[in-house]
Nanobody, 121 residues
Framework: QVSVAESGGGSVQAGGSLRLSCRASGYPYPSYQMAWFRQAPGQEREGIALIDSDGRKTYADSVKGRFTISKDDAKHTSYLDMNNLKPEDTGVYYC???????????????WGQGTTVTVSP
């Protein structure tokens, strides 16, 4: 059974920080990509960060310089450290996992249920 689960969401004031975690359980491949997406009400899902199987990182311009993605291969877990949060960062954050690399496009096979981040002014 493949299970993807995010955690760490919450409510913060603008300028604050949060760390999101994503654990992929039961994945049958030793190498895979882990990506983070977010979606605000009425908006399309936006790819914001990716760490591929080789550890290379990709960020959307909207979060570049503020967010950092990392991973712990032994724990099958990725982390998204979010700093200097802004109200426009508010949304549901999703973790996506796949053996294939789709960059920041929402073509990944396995998804978590999302964790909500709310940033107040």
């Amino acid at each position: 059974q493949v299970s993807v689960a995010e955690s760490g969401g919450g409510s913060v004031q603008a300028g604050g920080s949060l760390r999101l975690s994503c654990r992929a359980s039961g994945y049958p491949y030793p190498s895979y990509q882990m990506a983070w997406f977010r979606q605000a009400p009425g908006q399309e899902r936006e790819g914001i960060a990716l760490i591929d199987s080789d550890g290379r990182k990709t960020y959307a311009d909207s979060v570049k310089g503020r967010f950092t993605i990392s991973k712990d291969d032994a724990k099958h877990t990725s982390y998204l450290d979010m700093n200097n949060l802004k109200p426009e960062d508010t949304g549901v954050y999703y973790c996506a996992v796949d053996v294939f690399d789709y960059g920041l496009n929402p073509e990944y096979k396995f998804w978590g249920q999302g964790t909500t981040v709310t940033v107040s002014p």
